[in-house]
């Protein structure tokens, strides 16, 4: 039986700079180099030709599920990478702690990086609490990052954020609903009540009067955005009979693996940031192999984070470190496991946000058609054997590799 | 007028060996060469990335008929192979003779590979029977395989098998029907029935006394598998005014080719298997032409049978007789003529079974653009001027050569 690991480097494709480089073309990767050398390699647009892929819908086409059908909001995987569990019909936020003024002017969208640890004690104070007979769920995760679980009948996720994006000098926005139903006027309603409410409960919260007099940021409100519902998808097992896991260190590719069905593994050292421990990653997935899992996905975050801070040579220094990784795979995972090897999608350091340009994609291991590639980059990607193809495309590859497709037809 | 002759060599694709050979790298194929060299290539995925086509499937997408639209099980197909007419509404079935113990246990499957004068006899035994008001067709073809139509009004091809597929060991299973409706459980009933008269008349048949008086297998009851409904689809003729021959062996193959309006001729030696005569096929295929037809289809099985008894010499040398024929095609087709020539599927020697990967493709003729290849196998056609494409895309391509497609738009 052929088990596959497929590594995603986030936002790991980029655009060439002045000299025609990209981070990829420029690092030292010899083991991703023969992934490509050894296999077959190509282009992938992971929604399709010109989409710019967000990492939540990136990761779902990648596991074979249409985001057109599986996607209303990213407050879905942060909920779940939050380790909440979900029912259906719950609408889940992703949450931000912020730091208001009295006429609930953004002071900052991050209360001065609260950490882990008051956070959490500010969390509890919201959660449990109940709106017009809707259950409130609140669960802190990183610094100032939350989750926030509406439960209930009746609720919509067709309204809009509480969270205004930009940074300083605008103003809480009030939530509305996106659509004429009765249920988006009434989630809106209880949305707005709870961020009004979680103002008045944090504003007087005794940790944040001792803040105050510190002379630090208050966390005097939690700021929703992402509402997504949650409705339970056919789970990979049950769709392609596939045992997954998942190696991830970011809650949102943890929350969309556990969506599909994955078993998500907590690995000591991955922060889903620069300073993750890559090595620790591939151990962690080597086991999950030799426990017998069919599917081994892993996911390395801090290409994407560099690319966004438009840091060309962090990021090259972060595809080398990811390059180690791969070479301990390919030494250690035996004889009857393929590996793809890919980005979810470009993520510019010129322009610092992810753009729609296809990502280098490489497949590795027994049984599979070569071709002449040479090198894992945008540029000889493109001449590849798969061609260019969509990440829906990559699942049903995947599964006949691993002998888990059928035969349509007879 | 510009005609075509599509060749295609069943499963004829294959995946690299330990050396990176396939059966087609490693056969000598001058003509199939030829056709690449002076001709323009590429890769075709049948029906979809990643999608293991079955050989009616992947037929009908080569015809122009989506199957997604035009499949609804292989015994349609199997039922116009053996020359039963359909009408609109009838349900079709492959059927085996087999040999079942008293328990309804599976002895063997194939009742000893009965031969095709005794299965005329029996099958005439169950030929005609009404059940429920429904008439029973029934027209054994080659050794213990069979054909089976219900025909009645308020049928449903949305039922299981009878047959167990698996070999020995196993019992008779009932039918179910597949979805709710009073259609798929009156054929469900209606097909056991059939299924249990078929033994209580093949068991107590005089040839079967005779069979086991002299020690052999009895073919004591037929089992029924690949229910398809027929629906007379718009023929090739009426979509395209193409006038279409088939030369082919096999009889699920002439069924695909009736199904979508083609002519069959019957040429003496094509049986289907490795010991048919190709050099017959290549004639009639050019005896077809000179009747005026404007698409001939020639399909060869024996290089599909090879890669599932994981014979990678015998596949070559299948390839190599195939060659013969090419050279003939080449030779006495014309001025006027396009070739085409590809494979239904990849059907890997290794894992003995169908596969995803493309096959390869390639256009020769007038007028067609040219590239760069020069080889017809897996690795050349990967950088064909064709590029990438599904098999919906071949029929488009033959019908603009052969003048018969419309300008969208003006």
Redesign the interface.
């Known amino acids: 039986m052929v088990k596959t690991v497929l590594i995603v480097c986030d936002g790991m494709g980029d655009l060439p700079d002045a000299k025609g480089r990209t981070p990829l073309s420029a690092a030292k990767k010899p083991n991703m180099d023969r992934l490509a050398a050894e296999g077959i390699s190509g282009l992938m647009h992971t929604i399709g030709r010109g989409i710019i892929p967000g990492s939540d819908t990136a990761h779902l086409a990648l596991f074979g599920y249409d985001p057109r059908c599986y996607y209303s909001g990213r407050g879905v995987f942060e909920a779940l990478g939050a380790n909440l569990k979900l029912e259906h019909g719950d609408v889940a936020f992703r949450c931000n702690f912020a730091t208001v003024g009295k006429g609930m002017g953004i002071i900052d969208r991050r209360a001065g990086r609260i950490d882990s640890a008051e956070a959490k004690v500010l969390g509890k104070a919201l959660d449990g609490m109940k709106i017009d007979g809707v259950k409130v769920v609140f669960k802190p995760t990183v610094e100032h990052r939350a989750a926030l679980v509406l439960r209930g009948k009746g609720l919509s996720c067709r309204i809009t954020d509480a969270d205004p994006h930009e940074g300083e000098k605008v103003k809480v926005l009030a939530v509305k609903p996106l659509d004429k139903s009765k249920e988006a006027a009434r989630t809106a309603k209880v949305l707005n009540e709870f961020v009004k409410r979680s103002y008045e409960i944090l504003e007087r919260h005794p940790l944040n009067l001792k803040r105050k007099k510190a002379g630090l940021l208050t966390a005097n409100i939690a700021l929703p955005r992402g509402a997504g519902i949650y409705e339970k998808p056919p789970l990979l097992k049950e769709r392609f009979g596939v045992k997954a896991g998942c190696v991830a260190g970011g809650a949102l590719y943890k929350g969309v693996a556990k969506f599909v069905g994955m078993d998500v593994v907590d690995v000591k050292g991955a922060t889903g940031a620069l300073d993750t421990d890559v090595m620790a990653k591939g151990k962690a997935a080597l086991a999950l192999l030799r426990k017998g899992y069919d599917l081994v996905f892993v996911h390395v975050k801090g290409t994407d984070n560099c690319g966004h801070d438009g840091d060309f040579d962090g990021k090259k220094k972060m595809i080398e470190r990811i390059d180690a990784m791969v070479g301990l795979l390919v030494k250690g995972c035996g004889k009857d496991v393929c590996i793809a090897i890919t980005a979810d999608h470009t993520t510019s350091c010129m322009k610092k946000r992810h753009s729609s340009e296809p990502t280098p994609f490489a497949l590795w291991g027994p049984?599979?058609?070569?071709?002449e590639v040479r090198k894992f980059d945008e540029l000889s990607c493109e001449?590849g054997?798969l061609?260019?193809?969509i990440g829906l495309?990559?699942?049903?590859?995947?599964?006949?590799l691993m002998?888990k497709?059928?035969?349509?037809?007879?």
Do not use: S, T
């Open positions: 049984g599979i058609r070569r071709d001449k054997g061609g260019q193809f495309d990559v699942m049903p590859m995947l599964l006949d002998n497709e059928h035969v349509y037809g007879a």
